[in-house]
C-alpha cells in the first residue's frame, strides 16, 4: 500500500538557521504531495503541495520539490522564525481502490522547536 | 467560503460510556469526509472515510463507528469506550480529486478515564 516516511524529531533549530525535513514515499500511479502544519491544539493547515513530477511548492518561505527518481519531497526554510515552531506532516494523495476517492496518507509528522 | 466545524473541542468522559463526535462542513456539497486519530508522538490513523450519505468505509477494525445521515454532516460514535480510545480527533473534508487537498477542523482531545 502506499506509505510516507519522514525524519524522526523533534528537531531543534536556532532562529535563523536552515531547515530541512525530509519525506520519501511510496505509491502506485501518480500521487499528489503535500505538506501540512499542525500548531499546537489545533487541526493541520495545508502548507504547500506539487502535483506532478518537478513541481515546486512554496509557501511562507517554505519550499519543497517533487522528485519522482528519488521518490522524495523534502521541505525546506532558508531562515526559521520562533514562530514556524509546529509539528510539520508529509502526505501523499491517491486513489482508494474501488471507493471513488482519493484518500490522504500521512507521514507521523516531525515536531520542529526553533529557539530564540 | 468553505468551513468545517468539530465539536467539542475537548471531552472527558469515563471507561464504557458512549460517544458522540459531530463534523459539519459547510459551502460545498457533496464532499469526502474522513474521521482520523492522532495518539500522542504518533501520526494520523485514518479511521473511517466516507464519500456520500450513508456511504461509510471503514480503515481499521475497532471500537468505533461512524455515520453520515446528511451530505455535510459526519459523526463518530462509540457504544463504550476504552482506554485505548484516548487521542486526539480530526475531521476532515476534500472533493473528488487526486490533486484536492483536505481541509481538516479544530480537533477534539478526547480522554478517557
Known amino acids: 500500500g502506499d506509505s510516507v516516511t519522514q525524519m524522526e524529531g523533534p528537531v531543534t533549530l536556532s532562529e535563523e538557521a536552515f531547515l530541512t525535513i525530509n519525506c520519501t514515499y511510496t505509491?502506485?500511479?501518480?500521487?499528489?504531495l503535500f505538506w501540512y502544519v499542525q500548531y499546537p491544539g489545533e487541526g493541520l493547515q495545508l502548507l504547500l503541495k506539487?502535483?506532478?513530477?518537478?513541481d515546486k511548492g512554496s509557501n511562507k518561505g517554505f519550499e519543497a520539490t517533487y522528485r519522482k527518481e528519488t521518490t522524495s519531497f523534502h521541505l525546506e526554510k532558508g531562515s526559521v522564525q520562533v514562530s514556524d515552531s509546529a509539528v510539520y506532516f508529509c502526505?501523499?494523495?491517491?486513489?482508494?481502490?474501488?471507493?471513488?476517492?482519493?484518500?490522504?496518507?500521512f507521514g507521523k509528522g516531525t515536531k520542529l522547536s526553533v529557539i530564540p | 467560503s468553505q468551513t468545517i466545524h468539530q465539536w467539542p473541542a475537548t471531552l472527558v468522559q469515563p471507561v464504557g460510556s458512549p460517544l458522540s463526535l459531530e463534523c459539519t462542513v459547510e459551502?460545498?456539497?457533496?464532499?469526502?469526509l474522513y474521521w482520523y486519530r492522532q495518539a500522542a508522538g504518533r501520526g494520523l490513523q485514518l479511521l473511517f472515510y466516507?464519500?456520500?450519505?450513508?456511504?461509510i468505509s471503514s480503515e481499521v477494525p475497532q471500537n468505533l463507528s461512524a455515520s453520515r445521515p446528511q451530505d455535510r454532516q459526519f459523526i463518530l460514535s462509540s457504544k463504550k469506550l476504552l482506554l485505548s480510545d484516548s487521542g486526539f480527533y480530526l475531521c476532515?473534508?476534500?472533493?473528488?480529486?487526486?490533486?484536492?487537498?483536505?481541509?481538516f477542523g479544530q480537533g477534539t482531545r478526547l480522554t478517557v478515564v
Open positions: 476532515a473534508w476534500n472533493l473528488f480529486g487526486v490533486h484536492t487537498e483536505a481541509f
Open positions: 505509491a502506485t500511479g501518480y500521487p499528489s
Open positions: 506539487a502535483t506532478k513530477a518537478d
Open positions: 502526505a501523499l494523495s491517491a486513489s482508494a481502490s474501488g471507493a471513488g476517492s482519493y484518500q490522504l496518507t
Open positions: 459551502g460545498t456539497s457533496n464532499p469526502n
Open positions: 466516507s464519500v456520500g450519505i450513508g456511504q
